[in-house]
């Protein structure tokens, strides 16, 4: 349940920044072109990463984030971010899940050195194992996927804006899924993450003809060893569905455990 | 009920004739398996298809539809509107008529009448087409493998020729203008025979015939039966997507870019979805998937038949081709059957 941001009959002072990420999500948010003017309409956005160099404002209200956390540094820059917002949303998978960043938290110190060597530049900051932002802070939102959709983003703001009480939804994806009127892969012997990722983003890869790479983020509801079983069962070996899960759920402990598998 | 009977050329002149005046829907092929689809020509139509991924639900009930629209600026809520182009399905089998026939009795409830559905409803024709059992289909068990009621025409294929039962106005005056109907002859009607019988000694006799299924139920309410069934689903809703008389649903408003100006959806939703049963405060009357899974299996077999005398399940075996977790109503009846026995 998301409560609106006080504004006191002013626009919301809104900040958008990158961590560890490709920058993909936020050229999204450009790319809403024919809506994007709107959108600014509703709120004062007073710094945006991408388009400048200065540094955090003092005072914001809503902070859009987006990159998974691997350094010191990006730790600080969110708990700064967290006193003083009164939301924060978050963007893409690499924030919600660690996304990509994310599969280096395996071996950490090893990967580390194996792209360093036993020097780690400046450049690069003080590096910590890839965490997801609610990892660290409290979120408000979250905006799934690889890239993000942007009206999914534009619906996130408007939580903020005007109010909503829709839940993030937990099923997951094959009823989506059939509601494109699509065979399923296994059906193929072809593996696809559809069965334990978060609904929401409409089943749009196997609705393209490519099975689902889980970038949505595992669902909390998702029954993971029944699915193994059952890509198992239907000759897909299920530690290639572990090793697949990998890419974009590395750091959540309950589907891509540190230790075995 | 009025029968006549056609010549299986005379089919494209049939679908023609419906083509002047409605948007015509038939099964259509679609990757391995078919769906129900607009259709140009009747070259398009795959009429000995087996059974489709999702059911002529959509056409009814939307998945996702706009019920109306809001200007904030100007404090206004759209009326109702709903310009509804008038469809004939044509070739639906019997179990699908039936499941039409169900969700009439839920939306056409004179206590609380849905206009939408109403609206799709009253412009939809139906034109219903024998058909052959697969292995997954259980209709006969459901009391679904007929269609009483619920068409303008029914198709039944005696070999070269077609066996039309007439159940409208419409649909005889379509057929009358498309086709040369004849009287059935005597020879007829034992062709309708036979192929009444063969289709009847089609059905996969592995699916178990448990008459006191309902009352059964009732009884193993907390059998570990469920905990089993449970422990295996995905959570994916993929059973009541695929369902054609699942018809929850679910209400949200989208806002448009400028914040002011929006609509009022409806989506589908699913009893086998976690959030289903969730309420303010963040109970959860259905916490897990063995109480949802075993909800659902209920409302099929078990609580419509109380209040409507039927099954709301017609044994149409989509969720069974549906649920990765082999999760469905042929399992019930097995395990059923072996506690009666
Ligand atoms: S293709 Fe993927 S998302 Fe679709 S039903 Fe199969 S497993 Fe589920
Ligand atoms: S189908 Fe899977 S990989 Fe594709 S956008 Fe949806 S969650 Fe991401
Ligand atoms: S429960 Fe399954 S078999 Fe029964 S009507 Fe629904 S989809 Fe068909
Ligand atoms: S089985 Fe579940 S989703 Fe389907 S109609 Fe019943 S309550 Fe609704
Ligand atoms: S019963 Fe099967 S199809 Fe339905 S939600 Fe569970 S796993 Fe998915």
Known sequence: ?261 | MLYRVIDDQELPALVEAFMEDYEVIAPVRSGASYAFHHVDSFDQIELDYTTTITSLKKYVLPPKETLFTFDADANEVTDFSLTVRPRVIFGAHACDINALNSLDLVFEDSRYRDPYYEARREGLLIVGISCSPTETCFCHLMEADEARTGYDLFLQDIGGRYLVSIGSVTGANVLESACNPREATDEDRIAFRQATRKRQDSFNKDIPDVQEIAMLMDAFHSDPFWDELGSRCLACTACSSVCPTCYCFDIADVLDADGRTGRRERVWDACTSPQFAMVTGGHNFRDSNRNRVRHRMYHKLNGFLATHDRMLCTGCGRCVRACKAHISPIEVLKFFEEKGA
């Not at chain 1, 730790?75 to 899940?97: P, Y």
């Open chain 1, 1 to 261: 349940m998301s409560e609106t941001v006080s504004l006191h009959g002013k626009r919301p002072r809104v900040i958008i920044i990158g961590l560890a990420s490709c920058f993909g999500c936020q050229l999204q948010i450009t790319n809403m072109e024919p809506h994007l003017l709107e959108l600014l309409d509703q709120i004062d956005l007073v710094h945006w990463q991408l388009a400048s160099s200065d540094p955090l404002p003092e005072a914001f209200d809503i902070a859009v984030v987006e990159g998974a956390v691997t350094t010191k540094e990006a730790l600080e820059t969110l708990r700064k971010v967290r006193r003083r917002a009164s939301a924060v949303i978050t963007i893409g998978a690499c924030a919600a899940t660690a996304g990509i960043p994310g599969m280096a938290s395996r071996d950490f110190d090893d990967q580390v050195e194996s792209v360093y060597g036993a020097e780690v530049p400046v450049a690069a900051g003080s590096l910590v194992r890839p965490m997801a932002v609610s990892a660290v802070i409290p979120v408000d939102w979250e905006v799934r996927c690889c890239p993000i959709d942007p009206a999914d983003f534009m619906m996130a703001l408007q939580r903020f804006l005007t109010g909503s009480n829709r839940l993030a939804p937990t099923a997951t994806l094959c009823g989506e899924c059939k509601r494109n009127e699509r065979g399923c892969f296994y059906g193929r012997g072809q593996l696809c993450l559809g069965l334990v990722t978060r609904s929401g983003c409409g089943a749009r890869c196997p609705n393209l003809g490519r099975p689902c790479n889980g970038c949505a983020g595992v669902s909390p509801d998702a029954n993971v060893a029944a699915a193994r079983v059952l890509a198992e069962e239907a000759g897909v070996p299920a530690q290639r569905f572990d090793v697949a899960l990998q890419l974009f759920n590395a750091t959540n402990e309950d589907v891509c455990p540190s230790g075995a598998r």
